[in-house]
């Protein structure tokens, strides 16, 4: 393997951190689901990497699982967030406050 | 530099900059191409560490299905579109990113720190050996079958309470 393990960690690093930027900084409530999934792929490419480096099958097993249920997340909160447009005609997160105590 | 570090420089780069567009980019349609983008240049960095079957999978999965239901929900909404990312409460955004990129500088740290480099040992035969689809079916159906079945049910739940949740009445 000639590229040292740092480098892959390192950029799943920055994925995660882009993702976490994007969810505290967006308003749009489908953007923030999408970069929630980016926050779901860099810990996936993290698991990938030491599943290859040591050798081992488990890492990519559980990215597959992780796989099963990111697809169940998107499908329930996208209709989550289709509800919440019916009702409120916007999908803008400053605006959907009725839980706010 | 051999072809590895070449597909690992591009590939990466690729990541990083349609990440970041991403997450800057004022129209949600574009946000999710870019994130189609991304994705396709993950599943080039699967292929460099020897991950063929979840390679594919992300191309299917990800890429393919899930980006498309993002992007049918994207445009049965039509969102309006956000200003551009420094235009709306600046000083907030600046102090997030400030925060985020100190939280990334230590994981850096640590990273360099514990050099994992020099205690992991790295064998190219069982690398590759460990990312066929035999060698993941094998262990899929025998020692991980109960995960399975329940992420079968979990994806059955899952298409049920969508249905439920989307469905006309909303009471």
Redesign the interface.
């Known amino acids: 393997m000639p590229i040292p393990i740092e480098y892959y960690l390192i950029l799943s690093a920055f994925m995660f951190s882009v993702g976490i930027v994007g969810v505290l900084t967006r308003r749009n409530a489908i953007v923030v689901f999408m970069s929630v999934e980016l926050m779901l792929n860099s810990a996936n490419l993290t698991l990938i990497t030491f599943s290859s480096y040591l050798g081992d099958a488990t890492g990519q097993l559980f990215v597959f699982f992780v796989m099963a249920v990111a697809a169940a997340e998107a499908a329930v909160g996208l209709a989550i967030i289709i509800a919440i447009f019916r009702n409120k005609l916007t999908v803008n997160i400053d605006e959907i406050n009725i839980l706010k105590w | 530099m ?1 072809l ?2 070449v597909l ?1 420089i591009i590939f ?1 780069s690729v ?2 900059v349609s ?2 567009l ?2 800057t980019c004022p129209n ?1 349609i574009m ?2 191409l870019f ?1 189609v983008l ?2 396709a240049a ?1 599943a080039g ?2 292929l ?4 063929q ?2 390679a594919v ?2 191309v299917i ?2 890429a393919g ?2 980006m498309v ?2 992007l049918f ?2 445009m ?2 039509n ?2 579109k ?1 200003k551009k ?1 420094f235009e ?1 409460k600046p000083k ?2 600046i102090f ?2 400030v925060i ?2 100190l ?2 500088l230590q ?2 740290y640590i ?2 720190l514990s ?3 020099n205690t ?1 040992s ?3 035969a ?2 590759i ?3 066929t689809v035999e ?2 079916g094998r ?2 159906f025998t020692k ?1 079958i109960l ?1 399975f079945e329940a ?1 079968g049910y ?2 059955l ?3 049920i ?3 439920v ?2 469905k006309k009445k ?1 009471e």
């Open positions: 051999t590895e570090i690992f990466a990541c990083v990440s970041v991403m997450i949600p946000s999710a994130l991304n994705f993950l960095l699967y460099t560490l020897n991950a079957f979840i999978a992300q999965v990800y299905a899930i239901f993002f929900v994207i049965l909404l969102p309006e956000e990312f709306q907030l955004k997030i990113v985020v990129a939280v990334l994981i850096v990273i360099f050099k994992p480099s992991i790295t064998e190219l069982k690398s050996d460990a990312g060698t993941i262990e899929m991980y995960p992420a979990l994806l739940a899952a298409t309470g969508a249905l949740l989307a909303f």
